[in-house]
């Protein structure tokens, strides 16, 4: 008698499986854990209380609709309530739009050093992924339009991206939105967004409320510190956000992460301490990287990506594992197609001396 396992639908087993930024260093040492574009200073206090005010309920079923979470969020933003619909991270809203409009026969385009979620949220739903390629590391407007065919469903974009930390202005979007069909989903993914200082920069909101087939999606997992609770929204068209909330569990968000997430939009002052905290300490890091000898991508986010040169002894891979032996961890991104290139996440004031301390040692050979 043959007896057979169970088979995965075509396509699963190619997708690589997303490796998140490690956390852990070796031995005792207490790690400076810049690998995952977390806030040093953490959530908000206000944030944390109704964390710990929830738990005094947790037999009930949460809010199937996140209606605080929601109406926070509009109030903060002036948005239409309905036109929200709220994740378990932005992840998992990418997740739901690529099942609510791709399937086998249909392609998705993103660009070459994209977020990797994108390829696995299109190979998931069987669809083919294109990939277009970047100018100068950022996004290029012309490859996504030159790779568009009948078969193109959906266009993923992170803006800034991740992980170079790079840019397009609002201008520029505009352009992309106007040159693809109308049936062609435009998914803005501004995880970075409350990060750029940058006076022709926009997240995507006007441009999803005027038109009818761009969607944008943000995260409670980068400034607002609530990375554990896994929070993300999305801005949508009506007609978007009803496939949306036809898929999505019913109770896809815990009550202690809806309560912690409305308090942590409230909390306007923190989260301005937060992105003041990264105007500082960006530059500074951007200044001492380029001191010794790196070269350094311009980001406009709470991250840097720095490339070390190719030929030399001095590689990233070794930079990575010595900086793991000092308990300092940042992150590969080989995956990415950057394989002799790290990203460091902007940290704490003490974070940020100990990494540039650790990796002139090793530049200098010390180590």
Not at 50 to 56: G, K, R, V, Y
Not at 191 to 208: F, H, K, M, P, T
Not at 257 to 284: C, F, T
Request: hydrophobic share 45%; with cysteine; charged share 20%.
């Amino acid at each position: 008698m043959v007896t057979t396992a169970p088979i995965a639908r075509p396509g699963i087993l190619s997708i690589e499986a997303y490796v998140p930024g490690e956390s852990k260093a070796a031995g005792n040492i207490k790690p400076a854990k810049l690998s995952s574009n977390e806030t040093p200073l953490g959530p908000s206090p206000r944030a944390i209380a109704a964390f710990q005010s929830a738990a005094a309920e947790l037999e009930r079923y949460p809010d199937g609709q996140a209606t605080l979470l929601r109406n926070a969020i509009a109030r903060r933003y002036g948005l239409d309530v309905a036109r929200i619909v709220c994740g378990s991270g932005s992840d998992e809203l990418l997740g739901l739009l690529a099942r609510g409009y791709l399937g086998p026969g249909d392609e998705a385009i993103y660009t070459e050093h994209g977020f990797l979620v994108y390829r696995i949220a299109i190979l998931t739903n069987g669809a083919t992924p294109v990939v277009a390629p970047e100018r100068g590391l950022k996004t290029d407007v012309d490859a996504i339009l030159s790779r568009v065919t009948e078969r193109t469903r959906v266009v993923f974009m992170a803006n800034p991206n991740n992980p170079t930390g790079t840019y397009i202005p609002i201008e520029d979007v505009r352009r992309l939105r106007a040159g693809l069909r109308d049936d062609i989903l435009l998914v803005l993914d501004a995880a970075y967004a409350e990060y750029v200082s940058r006076n022709d920069y926009e997240a995507g909101l006007e441009l999803v409320a005027t038109t009818s087939n761009t969607v944008m999606t943000r995260t409670f997992s980068k400034i607002h510190g609530l990375a554990a609770l896994r929070v993300g929204w999305a801005y949508c068209p009506a007609n978007v956000a009803d496939v949306l909330n036809r898929i999505r569990g019913p109770f896809n968000l815990s009550a202690p992460a809806i309560a912690a997430g409305a308090a942590a939009i409230d909390d306007v002052q923190h989260m301005e301490r937060a992105k003041s905290h990264n105007d500082k300490w960006l530059p500074w890091v951007v200044g001492e990287l380029e001191r010794l000898g790196l070269e350094v991508t311009p980001s406009v986010a709470n991250f840097v990506l720095f490339h070390f040169k190719d030929g030399s002894d001095k590689s990233a891979a070794a930079a990575d594992d010595y900086l793991k032996s000092q308990g300092i961890i940042l992150r590969k991104v080989g995956a990415y197609g950057f394989p002799n290139a790290l990203r460091m996440t902007i940290g704490s004031e003490d974070d940020n001396k100990r990494t540039i301390a650790a990796l002139a040692q090793y530049l200098k050979g010390v180590a």
